[in-house]
């Protein structure tokens, strides 16, 4: 924490705790016990791509996109 008020100290250490919070939550997000932490659900990544291509952040949907190359080499599988 103070590493992280020395960068920031205007926005306090009560304001810096609620954030540092909220991010925790987004990296561990909910219980996925079908999926390993740190590998992404294939459905979940699906429903992102298409709330993503809807509202026009992505052209297309690249038929290549989700993988678990990186996580297998991690995890050795």
């Known amino acids: 924490m103070d590493i992280v008020l020395k960068q920031s100290p205007t926005l306090g250490k009560e304001h ?5 919070t909220e991010i925790n939550k987004l990296i561990w997000g909910p219980p996925a016990p079908s999926t390993p932490i740190g ?18 952040v992505i052209k297309k949907a690249a038929e290549n996109a989700y993988t678990t190359e990186i996580y297998d080499m991690a995890t050795k599988k």
């Open 16 to 20: 810096q705790t609620w954030m540092m």
């Open 39 to 56: 590998k992404m659900d294939p459905e979940a990544f699906k429903r992102t791509a298409d709330i993503a291509l809807k509202f026009g």
